[in-house]
């Protein structure tokens, strides 16, 4: 099976999802402990800041140095099977996410960069590591999605559809649109039908759902019908957006090109 990719978009999109992940679950958990914490005295705008920039600039730094680091004991250090090269740089992305979470930052930003790193530039392995972590992929999706089916109840999830029409309507329809084309205001030469494109495409993953258990594990008030509602909006997104990605694509003349499955 097929599936058609807008050229030069592909590429937007991915990256997108990826950065953006990070950032809301910073978001989640700061608004998470503000509310828990409003009691006590509500945080300052300095300490928003302050924790903000800790938790980017500590995980973006241990990214970096933990990143670069793999990737030159791969490529200097001659392991005796290819089948081990996986296992170090799971081993790396452990000791990551260990060590940004001691020193206060962002374990998805950190993470992410060493990915990214690890992946461009490593030299010996890297299809070997391509299999090994695309399996291991499946394997957390899937129990991501049997975890997240147990904290989900069909009755629970009629009474709050309704009320998840409007927000779903918003973001599709206002707040993505307005968002993307607030950020293309420095690239005056990106093509207007790319712009459409990628403000109209917004796919949401499970990703939402699995912050939205966040405040509902702090014991916030009415987090559990957040959760249903933002399984709605998800699924809402998935339905509408998902399945305009192609027609929205051949009516702005997109070039199209055919992303052939790896086997």
């Known amino acids: 099976m097929t599936h058609a990719v807008a050229l030069g978009t592909g590429t937007i999109l991915e990256f997108e999802s990826a950065t953006n992940d990070p950032i809301a679950l910073l ?12 009691a006590e005295g509500a945080p ?14 500590v995980g973006t730094l241990i990214g970096l140095i933990m990143g670069k680091l793999a990737v030159w004991a791969l490529n200097n250090i001659k392991l005796p099977e290819f089948g081990l090269i996986p296992v170090f ?40 590591s391509k299999h090994f972590f ?11 999605f049997i975890i997240l089916g147990l904290q989900i109840f069909p009755q629970q999830l009629i009474p ?34 790319k712009r459409l494109f990628v403000s109209m495409i917004g796919l949401k993953g499970a990703t939402p759902i699995v912050f939205s258990l966040i405040p509902a594990a702090a014991g916030v ?35 199209l090109q055919p992303k052939k499955p790896d086997i």
């Open 221 to 255: 008030e009415g987090s559990r019908e957040m959760i249903h509602m933002v399984f709605f909006i998800v699924l809402i997104s998935v339905i509408v957006q998902g399945s305009a990605i192609e027609p929205l694509a051949n009516k702005l003349k997109l070039n």
């Open 89 to 128: 740089i799971l081993a790396t992305f452990a000791i990551t996410v260990s060590s940004t979470e001691i020193l206060g930052g962002n374990e998805l930003i950190a993470v992410y960069i060493a990915g990214v790193i690890i992946g461009n530039y490593l030299k010996k392995g890297a299809e070997v």
């Open 27 to 38: 978001m989640v958990i700061m608004l998470t402990d503000y509310i828990v914490s409003s």
């Open 160 to 193: 709050v559809f309704t009320v998840s029409l409007l927000p779903a309507i918003l973001l599709i329809v206002v707040a993505r649109p307005l968002a993307v084309q607030l950020c293309y205001l420095p690239f005056k030469k990106a093509n207007w039908r």
């Open 134 to 144: 695309n399996g291991i992929s499946w394997l957390a999706q899937s129990l991501m």
């Open 44 to 57: 300052t705008a300095l300490s928003i800041a302050s924790s903000l920039g800790q938790q980017i600039g």
